[in-house]
């Protein structure tokens, strides 16, 4: 059974930093793709960062600078670090694996972690 399991959210203030951490078991986490999505309260999830089974990165334009995603395929972790927050980021933040196996699509969540920015 794979589990996906974020821990690292909580309060700051603006301009502070956490690191989120999300540990991946029951799944060769190596051969899959990772990233970090968000849901605001009465908005969409939408995606922060992303990280190749290659170590390829993205971030949306909203974080870039701010953010930065990583993985330790020895330890089967994806971080998510977030410097000089905003109340904007204000969210539940998920972590997301993803693989593509012999034409299906297989993807798996995380329970989430609530990261709350005050002013």
């Known amino acids: 059974q794979v589990q996906l399991v974020e821990s690292g959210g909580g309060l700051v203030q603006a301009g502070g930093s956490l690191r989120l951490s999300c540990a991946v078991s029951?799944?060769?986490?190596?051969?899959?793709?990772m990233a970090w999505y968000r849901q605001a309260p009465g908005k969409e999830r939408e995606v922060v960062a992303t990280?190749?089974?290659?170590?390829?990165?993205h971030h949306v334009d909203s974080v870039k600078g701010r953010f930065s995603i990583s993985r330790d395929n020895a330890k089967n972790t994806v971080d998510l670090q977030m410097n000089s927050l905003k109340p904007e980021d204000t969210a539940v933040y998920y972590c997301r694996a993803q693989r593509s196996l012999w034409g299906r699509e297989y993807e798996y969540w995380g329970q989430g972690t609530r990261v709350t920015v005050s002013s």
């Open positions: 990280i190749t089974t290659a170590f390829g990165t």
């Open positions: 029951g799944a060769p986490f190596s051969l899959h793709n």
